[in-house]
């Protein structure tokens, strides 16, 4: 068994007492806190590549990578450069550029449905305006999203949501108007039947379907044969708009999004995450008649003081760039397999109940003996065991997200050995757990 590095916390211990006096919680972001998994959070210094370094000077190989917004790693050499050149440019103008154009029909180009695309700041920005467009566009108010899925913080997503709510146990938020969290209808996850009654209860009331194509804020639950496009189908026959969440997805399975891989053209798509590349950007998007109700063409106002920001928009073109290299996705989907195979294996050698959910560079490990289709088989996941597998890993300098709730990313920076070494931490990591 591979020695164990000595890690001392002090620094961050007496970093996170002082973030807690100033900062809510500590944090900008609830599961930061390490409130599901105990012990100090993770202060970051720096990060290179699939490496992170901890204020106490502790490395570690990140699986979290941004919440999957870095599928390179952390500061590439090239992308750091990119963004030192326009800094010296300008970081901000408030008028348009040719860069947002750039990023723009590389979106286009990559998910046709995306006819006209308009960049804000945040995923939780870009489904909220998503929500009021298909509002607007339909003239009906009820949304339908499905349990444990996640789509940012906005009013009409916080029932049953998954990712920090799922951690940390909230059902829905205090402060959303009972008005309107009312039009707000949950299914589970693939669940057809299910969205059906919802169409024949609510019959012309309601606007959209949003759906996470590829589960990710629920731990990661893959789409059962026929869900994505039964909502299609019936999304069309009843009216209603089906947006495509695709935050985490969009240019994490292909060079495109959920939509390219499975053949299916939804009305809206959000992305966020990947094509910011690290820096804080968001789009939506879709068809043209839709979009062009959106201002200054249409009367649904949306706006943003840093929209399409410059050095945002740098950090995009330059990443999307990469991804469009020939085999760049093989290579993830290769190191990425790997890491399933010897999750897989290192359940079957020491005999812990489990579940290895994969799809492409997502991946989740449920401590539940039943197969995971939707949120409530994911909650029968033993999420003590978790805590317990989260703390030997990181131990052994190894971070994945603090939550039984989360993806857990492969990025192009990790190499066959970061896999295996992580491999080997998983297989000691669960025997450890055990014994
Ligand atoms: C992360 C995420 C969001 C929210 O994006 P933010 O930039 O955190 O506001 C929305 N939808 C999905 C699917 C996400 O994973």
Redesign the pocket.
């Known amino acids: 068994m591979a020695t164990i590095p000595e890690q001392q916390h002090t620094r961050s211990q007496r970093a996170f007492e002082r973030a807690r006096r100033v900062l809510v919680g500590g944090v900008n972001s609830p599961v930061r806190a390490f409130g599901a998994v105990g012990g100090s959070p993770v202060i970051v210094d720096r990060a290179q590549g699939a490496q992170l370094w901890d204020v106490d000077g502790n490395a570690y190989i990140d699986f979290v990578c941004s919440?999957?917004a870095l599928i390179l790693g952390h500061a590439h050499a090239e992308i750091s450069a990119a963004l030192a050149e326009q800094a010296a440019r300008g970081t901000s103008y408030g008028m348009t550029t040719e860069l947002e154009i750039e990023l723009a029909e590389m979106l286009q180009k990559a998910l046709p449905s995306m006819e006209r695309v308009r960049f804000v700041s945040?995923?939780?920005?870009?489904?909220m305006s998503a929500a009021r467009l298909a509002r607007a566009a339909t003239g009906r108010d009820f949304i339908v999203k499905f349990e444990g899925g996640?789509?940012?913080?906005g009013d009409s997503f916080l029932t049953k949501a998954g990712?920090g709510l799922a951690t940390l146990g909230i059902a829905a938020s205090p402060g959303v108007p009972q008005a309107l969290a009312q039009l707000t209808l949950d299914a589970p996850y693939n669940d057809l039947a299910a969205v059906e009654r919802l169409f024949e209860k609510h019959a012309k009331q309601i606007a959209a379907v949003i759906v996470?194509p590829v589960a990710?804020?629920m731990g990661v639950i893959p789409p059962a044969q026929g869900f994505l496009s039964g909502l299609r189908e019936l999304t069309r026959r009843h009216g209603a708009l089906l947006i495509f969440?695709e935050?985490?997805t969009g240019f994490r399975l292909c060079f495109g999004g959920a939509q390219t891989l499975f053949g299916i053209e939804p009305d809206l798509t959000?992305l966020?995450?990947i094509i910011g590349g690290g820096l804080?950007v968001?789009a939506y998007g879709g068809r043209r008649d839709l979009m062009e109700q959106v201002a200054p063409v249409g009367p649904v106002y949306q706006a943003g003081t840093l929209s399409g920001n410059p050095l945002a928009m740098r950090a995009g073109i330059e990443t999307l760039k990469r991804l469009a290299a020939p085999g760049f996705y093989d290579s993830l989907e290769r190191k990425s397999k790997m890491l399933g195979d010897l999750t897989r294996q290192a359940l079957s050698e020491t005999g812990v109940a489990g579940q290895v959910a994969r799809v492409g560079s997502l991946l989740t490990l449920f401590f539940t003996a039943n197969p995971v289709d939707n949120y409530a088989a994911a909650k029968t996941s033993d999420t003590r065991r978790f805590v317990s597998f989260f703390q030997e890993l990181l131990r052994r300098g190894f971070l994945m997200a603090p939550s039984q709730f989360e993806a857990l990313f492969v990025a192009a920076a990790h190499t066959e050995d970061d896999i295996r070494r992580a491999g080997a931490a998983c297989r000691e990591s669960l025997a450890a757990i055990v014994s």
Not at 150 to 153: D, S, T
């Open positions: 919440w999957g945040s995923g939780t920005e870009a489904t996640y789509h940012g913080h990712s996470e990710a804020n969440d935050v985490i959000t966020g995450k804080p968001a």
